[in-house]
């Protein structure tokens, strides 16, 4: 499974709220709901991401094993 953890301590760390994510960089809420319950994205929205937050993949997601 995809978690998105890394996402939400990357936002933090970088001092950037999700209002700043909605306004400034266009990301949609419905973007930001996918992502608050592990939903699938594109890598093209990834990609966004990681240029808008200026940092690596691992940086917004995590790979967890599922039991």
């Known amino acids: ?7 939400y301590k990357t ?8 209002y700043k994510l909605i306004n ?3 990301v949609s809420r ?8 592990n939903k699938p994205i594109s890598t ?3 990609n ?3 240029t808008f937050l200026d940092c690596r993949v691992e940086d917004i997601l995590v790979y967890v094993k599922e039991n």
């Open 1 to 7: 499974m995809i978690s998105y953890e890394p996402f």
């Open 11 to 18: 936002l933090k760390g970088k001092n950037i709220s999700t």
């Open 24 to 26: 400034t960089y266009g």
């Open 30 to 37: 419905s973007l930001l709901d996918r992502l608050k319950h």
């Open 44 to 46: 093209v929205t990834l």
């Open 48 to 50: 966004d991401l990681c």
